[in-house]
């Protein structure tokens, strides 16, 4: 007798049930190469790169772009952003391979030697459909994160968590001077949640309030850890107002939520 026939949109749906489990996955790719693309779609949609050394492994593993397991990718982190180099964005790079990532996830081990050198630029734009970005740095400048930010279009969630701001000045006001910021002539959405924690986002949100094309979250999660911080909270929630349905302001010296606002719909 041959061999019974299944469907490949059966044998898919098989695959798709067994998403979860990673050993058993594995074992469908060694059934037959037809049921490796669908197997690698849920193995490889969230890629971590927790070290210099994961890095690296990942170029030699797979040299060839076309071959690469990286456009199945929906979720990419890497916390070992001082190992990522201009030469990563090139033709050819791994950095090109993670076209079709919808969430980027960028930050260092949390010290200050981890993020000397640091470049965000060869992460700009590398993924046209990137809608979610989580952005976890100790002193990296607001000028290198914000223009990460403006190099994806289509981007609507945002998550900034910094403790320093090397490039921030303060006047005699108490007002921080920025350097101008180039305005994209097609600016991210913003239509989704944005979070900024701990002090160093504070030029964060004065960028975003800068914008000319202006910011429409439906949510906004802020931590207070200064006087100043007020008016920019404030600012925040005032040109958001007619899209937000969602507010959670906290006030870092006590730890507690001073406003919870949340959508009754």
């Known amino acids: 007798m041959s061999s019974p026939y299944l469907p490949p949109e059966l044998l898919d749906h098989i695959v798709d049930i067994l998403r979860r489990k990673r050993k058993a996955l594995r074992n469908c790719c060694l059934v037959s190469r037809s049921w490796v693309p669908r197997t690698r779609k849920h193995l490889f949609a969230h890629v971590k790169f927790g070290t210099e050394k994961n ?7 797979f040299p060839d772009p076309s071959t690469s397991p990286a456009r199945y990718a929906k979720t990419l982190s890497v916390d070992c952003a001082r190992a990522v180099t201009a030469a990563d964005a090139e033709p050819g790079g791994w950095i090109g391979t993670f076209s079709q990532v919808t969430e980027l996830e960028v930050g260092s081990q949390r010290t200050y030697a981890d993020e000397v050198g640091v470049s965000l ?59 101008a910021i180039v305005q994209p002539s097609n600016p991210p959405i913003f239509t989704g949640t944005l979070e900024l924690s701990r002090g160093g986002t504070r030029p964060i949100a004065h960028r975003l309030l800068s914008l000319q094309s202006g910011i429409r979250f439906r949510k906004l999660i802020l931590m207070q850890f200064h006087e100043e ?24 010296l006590t730890g507690a939520s001073v406003w919870d606002l949340r959508s009754t719909q």
Request: proline residues 6%; negative net charge.
């Open 229 to 252: 911080d007020i008016s920019l909270t404030t600012g925040l929630v005032e040109v958001c107002s007619h899209t937000l349905e969602s507010l959670d302001i906290t006030c870092s």
């Open 121 to 179: 630029v060869p992460l700009h734009g590398f993924s046209p459909t990137l809608k979610s970005l989580h952005v976890d740095f100790i002193f990296l400048p607001s000028s290198e994160v914000f223009d990460l930010v403006l190099s994806f279009p289509l981007l609507e969630d945002l998550t900034v968590i910094t403790s320093y701001d090397m490039l921030s000045v303060s006047d005699d006001d108490g007002s921080d001077e920025l350097p």
């Open 55 to 61: 890095l690296e492994s990942w170029k030699e593993i």
